[in-house]
């Protein structure tokens, strides 16, 4: 086991030093992230209040923005460029649901968030972009009721969607009744941020508390949201969602490269009726392995009644287990799949 533990930091250590440089950053931005509002100023002001349209998807992207840029410098202090601000994780992720159509209308009955019609789009019969408004609206509002985001908390208001509107708070007041633990986990998050003292892996944890309370709060509202999609989709959906626990207990860290890197395993598109990992042909080794894994997964956690979730959240109380747990799967991610691959056909 030490062996192992050593053998990996070395490769790890080999990794990240040939991952940062490899990289310009300006490449692993989320579409369209240049073009997207990046201060208030971009936005519409009406009655000294400005207007954010969290169905399309610069604006949302924008609101993330802003928050990037705004907690830049508290993360100064671990690298330069804000490579480790651990808030990159929201938008790459949404990045991914917006390049592998899961913005989009799954119903079909309208072109929303379709290539052939309105592609800048997000539709609110969409899972993933409903599930996403929890991890985008709410850390925005949550932020800016922290008084970091330079505004006072009744200068911003969301639009709504055009139906089911009360499913949606819309500012940092109503935010605050409807939602008031995930609001509250959000403010706890962003005052260690601002607590010089913090460190990193404190950070992680109050982010990971923050998201998976934002989670299960929607996940109670937008379970009808499954309808309209494929079996394998709506597997993958809550294959997703179980998934994030393990992920969060693991304190994955939420950089701007690590979580370019780990999105490269996940379905590049929507899953259709006959997708089945590990055959799924146009999806690379990579992904078909890491949906095999997120099944097993899945299926471990369901038929333990998630009481695999409750040891792994004890294994992962110390900061060696998660490290470890941590670097044995970027060396999976990374390196060791083809082969694994070959050994196992
Ligand atoms: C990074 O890429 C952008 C455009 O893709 C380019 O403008 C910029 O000069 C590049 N930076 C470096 C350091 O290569
Ligand atoms: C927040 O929204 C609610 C309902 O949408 C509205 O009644 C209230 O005035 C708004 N508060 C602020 C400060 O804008
Ligand atoms: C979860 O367990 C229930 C019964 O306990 C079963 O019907 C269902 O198919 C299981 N789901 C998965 C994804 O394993």
Redesign the pocket.
Known sequence: MAFLSLWACLLIGYFSVSLAEAYNFSDLYPPLWKESPGQFSDYRIKNGKYIINPWVYPERLGMYKILLSQTASYFEKFAPENEQNILWGLPIQHGWQYTSGRLADPSQRTDCGYDSGDHLCISEDSWWADMNYFLSAIPFLAAVSSDIMGISSDQVTLLPPPKDQTKFCLNVSTCQSSFPKTMRKWTIFYQHLQIPSSSFDDLLKYLWDAHTSSLKDAYKIFTDRFQDYSEPEV?FG??WYVAVGYIAAARFPTTMIKTYEFQKSLPPRMLVNGDRAPNIHDFTELQNIVLLGL?IL??AD??TGSFSLTIWKILMKTERARKFVLELSEIILEAFTPTFLEIMS
């Open positions: 597997n809550k294959t099944n899945h299926e369901n038929d």
